[in-house]
């Protein structure tokens, strides 16, 4: 049955290339509201230990489980249509304070009462997000391209790049 589904997409991948139709899926990284709900621990902590919330929409910090499910659901999107790209939205590098970035911080010797050491941690997390995401779409499909929008591109930012 798998060769039979291997040949069957590629047989639709040539011929939506001859068509001149390309397919780049949409996927949200870090706003989902059905795990903001379900998993209220997966939400960014600002530093007065509230919950990040933007127009009622809750980040979810890469550094808890919500980035394996967050794999998961790319790993099925590619496996699935074999795309010529996939568009990551919302990606930022944020101070969080979560249980999870707080243990980092300690580990690596960082003061989470020090600006600089949380944003060298948000750092982390988010090159941990990068590396993550484009292995799992690389071991899939290692010719897609990946675009992860963090909505800025700072000048000589070239790890975000």
């Not at 706003?31 to 919330?53: C, L, M, Q, Y």
């Not at 967050?70 to 568009?87: A, C, H, N, S």
């Not at 990606?91 to 969080?96: G, T």
Request: with cysteine.
């Amino acid at each position: 049955m798998h060769n039979f589904q291997a040949h069957t997409q590629k047989i639709r991948e040539e011929m939506l290339k001859e068509i001149g139709v390309s397919s780049k899926p949409y996927i949200s990284s870090g706003f989902d509201e059905h795990f903001a709900k379900e998993r209220p621990e997966w939400i960014v902590v600002n530093k007065d230990g509230t919950k990040w919330s933007d127009n009622n929409f809750r980040r979810l910090c890469f550094n808890t489980a919500y980035l394996e499910v967050l794999k998961e659901q790319t790993r099925e999107i590619v496996r699935k249509y074999m795309p010529d790209g996939v568009f990551f939205d919302t990606i930022a590098d944020l101070p969080c304070y979560c249980e999870n970035c707080l243990a980092d911080m300690k580990k690596k010797g960082l003061d989470p009462n020090d600006d600089a050491d949380v944003m060298r941690q948000a750092r982390d997390v988010l090159n941990l997000y990068l590396s993550e995401l484009n292995a799992v779409v690389k071991s899939i499909k290692p010719d897609c391209l990946i675009f992860h929008n963090g909505g800025d591109f700072p000048v000589g930012r070239k790890d975000r790049m």
